[in-house]
């Protein structure tokens, strides 16, 4: 059975950086794009970033505004999300899921059929 296991969550300061990995078991998705997502308190889920299978293109969402970084290591089954210059309202969880694309990329969590379970990340201020 595949699954998606995010890591690197946690507690930071604002202004401060983390690294979250996403590896996928069961079954290489180096042939599909990746995508991140978060999930506020009370609020829909919203995308973050995506890479293609080749890595080019990105996408990234307004608000991540050259803070965060996606990368992936298809040898590993691994996708990244390098994220500085924390913000409070930073702060959800974040989801890694698998697209049903290859080379396009996709901000529509319909695009997506295979989802992490996330792992929480709280910015302090």
């Known amino acids: 059975q595949v699954q998606l296991v995010e890591s690197g969550g946690g507690l ?3 202004g401060g950086s983390l690294r979250l990995s996403c590896e996928a078991s069961g079954r290489t998705f ?8 978060r ?3 009370g609020k829909e889920r919203e995308f973050v970033a995506t ?9 990234y969402a307004d608000f991540v505004k050259g ?3 996606i990368s992936r290591d298809n040898a590993k089954n691994t996708v990244f999300l390098q994220r500085n210059s924390l913000k409070p309202e930073d702060t959800a969880v974040y989801y890694c ?3 049903r ?7 529509q969590t319909a695009d997506y059929d295979l989802w992490g379970q996330g792992t929480q990340v709280t910015v302090s201020s």
């Not at 180096?30 to 997502?37: E, Q, R």
């Not at 890479?51 to 996408?59: A, I, Q």
């Open 51 to 59: 890479m293609s299978w080749s890595g080019s293109p990105t996408y």
């Open 39 to 41: 999930q506020a308190p």
């Open 30 to 37: 180096g042939t599909y794009a990746m995508g991140w997502f």
């Open 97 to 99: 899921a698998k697209s």
């Open 67 to 69: 803070r965060f970084t």
């Open 12 to 14: 930071v300061q604002a």
């Open 101 to 107: 694309l290859k080379v396009a990329v996709s901000s």
